[in-house]
């Protein structure tokens, strides 16, 4: 197993000594005179998206010289003939966790030591501007991991992404139909991420409806979460690991729908304005925090203000929620807000932040009312700390952060966390979504703890980065009286290649 492991990281590191970066690439003589364009017209090589289906590679269609060359140029925006163009691409993932403590010392082994991989490769057929078709593999394994697999750890030889696009209206039109398996985020993923740090990125299957112009985006959709195939379902986040190749491919949730708008306002230079609202409905059992076993029917009706004036950057969200969970009438909201300034004239770019994040919880529990915030589909690694052991569902999370840049391509960043409970009453819940520690009775107070981020992103190149991170948990009263507490750390080093 370990000798698997050292091949794989070997096969990686190869790869990246292998490629010849874009600048040395850009610096080759062509083998036809060209004037040479002036400095600010030179497009830059290329630029890999948060979702790759994103990736735009039709500055290729230009001069020579007119854009940095790429080593993986002949593979990007293919003429297969007048009309059809087709983009491949890929990425490679290792990543190294150890973990202590992480849940308080509440499991055993306490400590464990692993490695994550993973494995994408993609096509994008396009025809003219008019349709495409977007087809993804993924190979997604874990190695040495002691503990139990936790969701998204592992799934061997899967259709990652499939889903066609057409523009029913004509290729200059700005609406787009696209139907199939995708990943989806918006805004700052507070709500809806495709989860990237996961070793297995959140898809959904379904429709979708776009409409795209300079100064407005709208989405509509209705999909389904894709769940990893035979494995028994206990809730949302929640499965277990299918081993080998005999088996079905991964299939949505049939229970769940989830539907919604999402708009964003691009007029306002260096600002962004966002509204949506966003539909769950779900026929399966699931436990609310009044302890109530059945369907969940929540909606949310939100909105984010975000940009740049100057050196300030601001980033504000907002959103409520209402419905009904088992009979029980749903009352929740949310807050996110995020801020900094860069000393962009100073050496480092030194920039000091801080932000706050707040979701209501359930004060009083079997009063036919439900006051738990419900995440849906997030990212809250982000905003709630790198140990996953908090979720924007009652809490109250004040935190500041410092960054500087030693080299041009190295950001090393330091954030600081305190978490407290909402409701005394409701339950601590992980990043899952799932309730890991609670006191019915509320003797054990809302203050949860602090916990500190370092992390150190190298960007190596165009193609390659370089991550490593620690974090430490100090445990405060709610978890020193609420069960055992122990003080968690959290280790890990990754290398990420894209192409």
């Known amino acids: 197993m370990r000798s698997r492991m ?44 948060a979702l790759r289906y994103n990736d735009d590679f039709s500055y290729l269609d230009g001069p020579e010289g007119s854009y940095v060359k790429d080593f993986f140029d002949p593979i990007k925006n293919i003429h297969l003939s007048r009309d059809w163009t087709l983009s491949l ?50 190979d997604v394994r874990v190695e040495d991991r002691d503990l139990p697999q936790t969701p998204g750890m592992e799934n061997t030889f899967d259709i990652h992404q499939l889903f066609a696009d057409v523009k029913f209206l004509g290729e200059e039109a700005p609406l787009t139909l696209r139907v199939g398996r995708q990943e989806m985020l918006y805004g700052k993923e507070r709500l809806v991420s495709k989860l990237d740090w996961s070793n297995e990125t959140r898809r959904f299957d379904g429709v979708k409806l776009m409409y795209s112009t300079p100064k407005f985006d709208v989405d509509a959709f209705w999909v ?9 379902f206990s809730n949302p986040w929640n499965t277990h690991i299918n081993e080998g190749m005999n088996r079905k491919i991964d299939h949505w949730r049939e229970e769940q729908n989830f539907y919604g708008v999402y708009s964003t306002y691009k007029g306002i230079a260096k600002h962004v304005i966002d509204l949506y609202f966003l539909g769950l409905n779900d026929r399966g059992i699931f436990v609310n925090a009044n302890n109530r076993f059945g369907d969940l029917n929540v909606y949310t009706l939100g909105s984010r203000f975000a940009g740049t004036n100057g050196n300030w950057d601001y980033d504000i969200e907002g959103a409520g929620q209402w419905g009904k969970w088992v009979g029980d009438e749903v009352h929740a909201w949310m807050m996110g807000a995020d801020g900094g300034y860069t000393f962009k004239s100073v050496a480092m ?32 690694h982000a905003y709630l700390g790198y140990l996953d052991d908090v979720a924007r569902q009652n809490i109250i999370a004040p935190n500041l952060n410092a960054s500087i840049k030693p080299l041009k391509d190295v950001t090393v960043k330091l954030s600081w966390f305190h978490f407290w409970l909402d409701s005394e009453l409701d339950a601590l819940y992980n990043a899952g979504g799932n309730p890991i520690r609670r006191n019915v009775t509320g003797s054990s107070g809302n203050d949860v703890g602090d916990e500190l981020d370092l992390t150190i992103n190298w960007q190596v190149d165009t193609h390659s980065a370089v991550l490593f991170g620690w974090s430490h948990f100090w445990p405060n009263n709610f978890i020193e009286t609420s069960g055992r507490s122990q003080d968690a750390d959290y280790i890990y080093l990754q290398y990420a290649f894209k192409f």
């Open 6 to 49: 050292l091949a794989r990281i070997a096969l990686i590191t190869a790869m990246t000594l292998n490629v010849v970066r874009p600048e040395s690439r850009a610096d080759q003589p062509t083998s036809q005179p060209t004037t040479a364009p002036a400095a600010s017209t030179v497009k830059p090589g290329p630029k890999y998206m």
């Open 224 to 232: 389904k979460p894709v769940m990893f195939s035979n494995r028994p």
């Open 89 to 138: 691409g890929g990425e490679a993932r290792v990543r190294m966790e150890s973990e202590t403590n992480r849940n308080f010392g509440t499991r055993d082994p306490t400590n464990d030591t692993f490695l994550l991989h993973r494995y994408f490769l993609h096509a994008d057929l396009k025809y003219r501007k008019l349709a495409r078709v977007y087809a993804e593999l993924g």
């Open 349 to 380: 770019t030194p920039r000091l932040g801080a932000g706050f994040d707040f979701a209501t919880g359930d004060d009083t529990p079997r009063d036919n009312s439900h006051d738990t915030f419900n995440q849906l589909y997030p990212l809250g």
